[in-house]
């Protein structure tokens, strides 16, 4: 839920960015009627609505389509029924190329033979300058090693300017494939809802963004976003316990 500042006339594609994950270029808005609307990217449909609640200030909501992507919507509605998937319940073995489980040897193999450079961090991490394998945005991979296991790894997201777009983006995707977050901390308010405020107010302290999804396993996946050591940050942390050690987030 977002709440924005309405104009006499709302910039429909820009209130539909923050909701979807795509970028204000990427949205395609139809079916325009007073305040409701369908924004469509990346082949995906979001029904949209526009509420007043003050003067100068209104709520959107944007809500998936169920069976949104174009493929399905050729499709009989039984069809898209059939193949419509229930969250995952295991946890991810990998992430960006990288495998749980794997050795330092193998795991700079991987970096490595992508062309990226593959460096020592603190103790047991280490920083593969790019994703061998794309999450979808620019992303750095921080690697760590338990028991000369790998175990975790962050994803340091890169382009700043589209921090919220990518925060929003990975929530969905996430939800989609897991199920809603255990945990869930921060909400964006109108004076955070555009790319250059989202980062003035992560910088300031004054927002913070957390959803976790958790495993009986002790497997984990953190989304967050705040400011870090007085930097902002938006990072995507993918822990699976080996040997019985079970690390804290990187």
């Not at 429909?12 to 609307?37: H, L």
């Not at 489980?101 to 490595?112: H, L, N, P, Q, R």
Request: glycine share 8%.
């Amino acid at each position: 839920m977002l709440l924005v500042s309405i104009s006499a006339c709302l910039d429909k594609e820009a209130a539909s960015s923050g909701q979807t994950g795509c970028s204000r270029d990427e949205v395609q808005i139809s079916d325009e009627n007073g305040s409701t609307w369908v924004a469509t990217c990346h082949g995906e449909r979001y029904y949209c609505s526009h509420v007043t609640t003050g003067q100068h200030s209104g709520q959107i909501n944007c809500h998936a389509a169920a069976g949104s992507n174009t493929e399905e919507d050729a499709k009989p509605a039984t069809t898209a029924v059939a193949k419509r998937a229930t969250p995952e319940e295991e946890p991810p073995n990998g992430v960006a190329g990288f495998n749980f489980g794997t050795s330092v040897i193998e795991a700079s193999s991987v970096c490595t033979e992508h062309g990226y450079t593959w460096e020592p961090a603190t103790e047991d991490h280490f920083r593969c300058s790019g994703a061998p394998l794309s999450v979808g945005v620019d992303a750095e991979p921080i690697v760590r090693f338990c028991d000369e296991k790998l175990c975790a790894v962050s994803l340091q997201v890169g382009s700043a300017d589209t921090w919220l777009a990518t925060f929003t983006r990975f929530e969905r995707l996430l939800t989609k494939k897991y199920g809603p977050p255990a945990h869930s901390k921060g909400v964006v308010y109108s004076n955070c809802a555009t790319e250059a405020q989202f980062q003035t107010c992560l910088a300031s302290g004054k927002l913070e963004l957390a959803r976790d999804w958790k495993w009986e396993s002790n497997a984990r996946i953190s989304l967050h976003a705040g400011a870090n050591s007085n930097a902002p940050q938006l990072q995507v942390i993918y822990v699976r316990k080996q040997r019985g050690v079970i690390p804290e987030a990187l």
